[in-house]
């Protein structure tokens, strides 16, 4: 907090910053927002050019109250632009870099990836020489039962087996296949990250619509009520009004809550806030490749090939080098080296009355040959990882049929989606032309001998104007979805994603 001795005049010769409070060498009114993860957008910095009229203040004849107060107003001045930056649209792109950083999924992946190089150094590590110190120093009576060391030096290390080597390949196998799932992760959260984005622009664009077309609907009320008390139509139009208004009032309501339901999703893949979520409308978003561009045709090269594919057949392989380590290590020798140094006492173990010969010094190097020869449990677990191997292959296999059947049927629901597209985005400008021409004929009175338009034709105008904005609206997202879909089947979303501003 400010205190009085900060609106204090200060001496000749101290800088503007002294003046305030601050450290001399403290940065110039650097206003930093808080981490993604925690409230605001990220990397959001407001410099504000203050130093200069902070020096008028403290330089002139201010008396120290009027000083006090251009701090106050500073002070305020910064928080509201905060605020207001706070607020700030977010765009698509900043959306999905912040869920790559923020989404759990790819933290778990990137802990497994960790994992999994650190698995690969513990196999490589037995071939490393290993040292332990220790001692077994204790007092005996009569013959001595150990050996008298002070403390113990040992060093040993695996010179050769049959199996380690596999047990190396399955370890970078693995690594290799949790790399993969984390690009496949990363793939899929963009994917999220965009359509819950886009979504959410058409959802607010259409509840602006459906509240619109609730006013059409309203005054549709209004006008029916008159025309049934003037006898010009019966109770059944209005009670046709009546449902039609209420049918909108349910379609808003559904659409708000979905928009409430993808601001928490959009909230936690990002890390913000859902109220800072402010997204840009739908006729600004960015646009997707149609299904003919170079972009489905650098992927449709290699269609079974996806990150999640190729991540599954690696973890099948790790898991068969696995099974081919335990299946070598039978009746197959392990070679092992081992030094040992040893500073013995004589002084609570008496060795000198027993032994001819002692000494304090002394070193053992050797190497050990291990042979398994029946091994109950050894047996049980190459057939397990056997097993484990052959139902890894298995699972990839049926990833690999699923997903070339899933590119199959994206590649046929984008030509499907674009036609219904088509036809939702013909109709809204037919709508949108009737109602221009009903407008018309309102205002001229038509031509002689038509029939003249009433008010109720012009509210069933607009309200049909709307529901086919609203239609296309709903075809323009379904088309949008399936076309990055169909990038994330093929494995190109983040090619496209990083093309976007």
């Known amino acids: 907090m400010w205190s009085r001795a900060n609106s204090l005049p200060r001496p000749r010769g101290r800088s503007p910053a002294a003046a305030l409070g601050r450290p001399q060498n403290a940065a110039p009114y650097l206003f930093e927002y808080p981490s993604p993860a925690r409230s605001r957008i990220p990397d959001v910095k407001i410099q504000f050019a203050v130093e200069a009229a902070v020096e008028a203040a403290v330089e002139g004849e201010f008396t120290p109250l009027l000083k006090g107060a251009v701090q106050l107003v500073f002070l305020a001045v910064c928080a509201l ?52 110190l220790g001692s077994s120093l204790g007092y005996s009576y009569g013959y001595p039962l150990g050996q008298p060391e002070v403390f113990s030096i040992t060093g040993q290390s695996l010179v050769f087996s049959f199996s380690q080597k596999d047990y190396v390949r399955s370890a970078r196998a693995a690594l290799y296949s949790a790399q993969l799932q984390l690009k496949d992760t990363r793939q899929q959260v963009l994917l999220d990250t965009a359509l819950a984005y886009v979504e959410l622009a058409e959802k607010q664009e259409e509840i602006a619509a459906l509240e619109q077309e609730k006013e059409y609907g309203d ?12 006898g010009r139509d019966t109770g059944i139009e209005l009670t046709e009004a009546k449902l039609a208004a209420s049918q909108t009032v349910l379609e808003r309501l559904r659409s708000e809550d979905r928009a409430d339901e993808l601001k928490a999703r959009l909230a936690h893949l990002t890390g913000l806030p859902p109220s800072d979520l402010t997204v840009t409308d739908s006729s600004r978003m960015p646009s997707v490749p149609s299904a003919g561009a170079a972009i489905f ?47 013995f006492s004589n002084t609570l173990n008496n060795y000198s009355q027993y032994y001819i010969h002692f000494q304090q010094s002394n070193f053992g190097a050797g190497v050990q040959i291990v042979i398994p020869l029946l091994d109950a449990s050894r047996e049980a677990k190459k057939r397990s990882s056997s097993a484990e191997a052959a139902r890894a292959e298995a699972l990839a296999d049926q990833l690999r049929d699923q997903s070339s059947e899933q590119l199959l049927q994206l590649k046929k629901n984008v030509a499907e989606l674009a036609a219904q597209q088509q036809v939702a985005t013909l109709q809204a400008e037919l709508a949108k032309e009737r109602l221009d021409a009903v407008a018309t004929q309102t205002q001229t009175g038509g031509a002689p001998g038509a029939t003249p338009m009433t008010p109720k034709d012009e509210e069933e105008a607009l309200i049909e104007e709307r529901r086919r904005y609203v239609a296309m609206l709903g075809a323009n997202f379904q088309l949008l979805r399936s076309r990055l879909t169909l990038l994330r089947a093929l494995g190109q979303i983040e090619v496209w994603a990083k093309s976007q501003p």
């Open 219 to 230: 005054r549709l009320v209004d006008v029916e009520q008159e025309r049934v008390e003037a």
């Open 81 to 132: 632009v905060g605020q207001a930056a706070g607020f700030a649209q977010l765009s698509l792109s900043a959306a999905m870099e912040l869920a790559l950083r923020n989404s759990p999924q790819v933290r778990a992946d990137a802990a497994d990836v960790r994992r999994a190089e650190a698995d690969l150094s513990s196999s490589t590590s037995p071939y490393v020489p290993s040292f332990s």
């Open 297 to 343: 045709s650098e992927g449709a090269a290699a269609p079974n090939d996806g990150n999640g594919v190729q991540a599954a057949y690696a973890s099948a392989k790790a898991k068969l080098y696995t099974a081919y380590g335990d299946a070598r290590q039978d009746n197959r020798p392990t070679i092992s080296f081992f030094a040992t140094y040893g500073l």
